[in-house]
């Protein structure tokens, strides 16, 4: 079983920033994809970000390209969302994933067999 929990969220004016933390318990995910993604109140739940298990590949959704950086630290079991020049349409609920037996960072929700609980993001103009 692998426990994963987020961290970091909270309210920003536009332009800003924040770092999201999503810290891996019970078992390590450092051989495992990790993803991030988030959800709006009244929209479904889409790709962020992903990452693979050595953190020498990314993917990012359109929308966050250029803005936001997903990381990882194995040694710590720990992956992270920088998220820059963050806007009012990056208000949501955020979530890091892991792929364990899909073994692939992709855009897909069920690629991902773990969740965490969720972060609030809220971007205030």
Same mark, same amino acid.
């Given at each position: 079983?692998?426990?994963?929990?987020?961290?970091?969220?909270?309210?920003? @004016?536009? =332009?800003?920033?924040?770092?999201?933390?999503?810290?891996?318990? =019970?078992?390590?995910?450092?051989? &495992?994809?990790? #993803? /991030?993604?988030? @959800? *709006?109140? #009244?929209?479904? $739940?889409?790709?962020?970000?992903?990452?693979? /298990?050595? #953190?020498?590949?990314?993917? &990012? *959704?359109?929308?966050?390209?250029?803005?936001? +950086?997903?990381? $990882?630290? %194995? *040694?710590? %079991?720990? !992956?992270?969302? @920088?998220? %820059?020049?963050? $806007?009012?349409?990056?208000? *949501? !609920?955020?979530?890091?994933?892991?792929?364990?037996?899909?073994?692939?960072?992709?855009?897909?929700?069920?690629? &991902?067999? &773990? /969740?965490? @609980? #969720?972060?609030?993001? +809220?971007?205030?103009?």
């Amino acid at each position: 079983q692998v426990q994963l929990v987020e961290s970091g969220g909270g309210l920003v @004016q536009v =332009g800003g920033s924040l770092r999201l933390s999503c810290a891996a318990s =019970g078992r390590t995910v450092s051989s &495992y994809p990790m #993803g /991030w993604f988030r @959800q *709006a109140p #009244g929209k479904e $739940r889409e790709f962020v970000a992903g990452i693979s /298990w050595s #953190g020498g590949n990314t993917y &990012y *959704a359109d929308s966050v390209k250029g803005r936001f +950086t997903i990381s $990882r630290d %194995n *040694a710590k %079991n720990t !992956v992270y969302l @920088q998220m %820059n020049s963050l $806007r009012p349409e990056d208000t *949501a !609920v955020y979530y890091c994933a892991a792929a364990v037996v899909a073994g692939i960072a992709g855009p897909s929700q069920y690629d &991902y067999d &773990y /969740w965490g @609980q #969720g972060t609030q993001v +809220t971007v205030s103009s």
